[in-house]
C-alpha cells in the first residue's frame, strides 16, 4: 500500500501564496505520475498540476503561469506552490499518486482545505 501525507492548506487573501506538499510512503515500485487534483463545493474534481513519467509536467489552463509543481524524488515528495491565488482556487486539495507496472493504481492523499477570501 501507498500512503499520502498532505500539508500546508489554510486561508489567505486573493492575490497571496500557499506551498502544499505531499510525501508519499510505503510500496512504491514505480510511478507513472504523481500531482495534485482540487474539488470545489458542487463541481467534479480536477486535475490541477502534475508531474508524469519523463519528468512531462502538466497544468490545468486556470493555473498556468501562477502555481509550480515540482518533485523531490528521493523523499518521493510532491510540492505546489500557488502563486496570485484566485477565491476561484478555494477547494479541497488532493494529492494522486499513480503507480506503474502490470496493475496500475491510483492513490489520493486525504486532502487539505485551501479558501482564497476576496
Known amino acids: 500500500q501507498v500512503q499520502l501525507v498532505e500539508s500546508g492548506g489554510g486561508l489567505v487573501q486573493a492575490g497571496g501564496s500557499l506551498r502544499l506538499s505531499c510525501a508519499a510512503s510505503?510500496?512504491?515500485?514505480?510511478?507513472?505520475?504523481m500531482g495534485w487534483y482540487r474539488q470545489a463545493p458542487g463541481k467534479q474534481r480536477e486535475l490541477v498540476a502534475d508531474?508524469?513519467?519523463?519528468?512531462?509536467?502538466n497544468y490545468a489552463d486556470s493555473v498556468k503561469g501562477r502555481f509550480t509543481i515540482s518533485r523531490d524524488n528521493i523523499k518521493n515528495t510532491v510540492y505546489l506552490q500557488m502563486n496570485s491565488l484566485k477565491p476561484e482556487d478555494t477547494a479541497v486539495y488532493y494529492c494522486?499518486?499513480?503507480?506503474?507496472?502490470?496493475?496500475?493504481?491510483?492513490?489520493w492523499g486525504q486532502g487539505t482545505q485551501v479558501t482564497v477570501s476576496s
Open positions: 494522486n499518486l499513480k503507480t506503474g507496472g502490470l496493475l496500475p493504481k491510483d492513490f
Open positions: 508531474i508524469r513519467r519523463g519528468n512531462n509536467v
Open positions: 510505503g510500496s512504491i515500485v514505480s510511478i507513472n505520475a
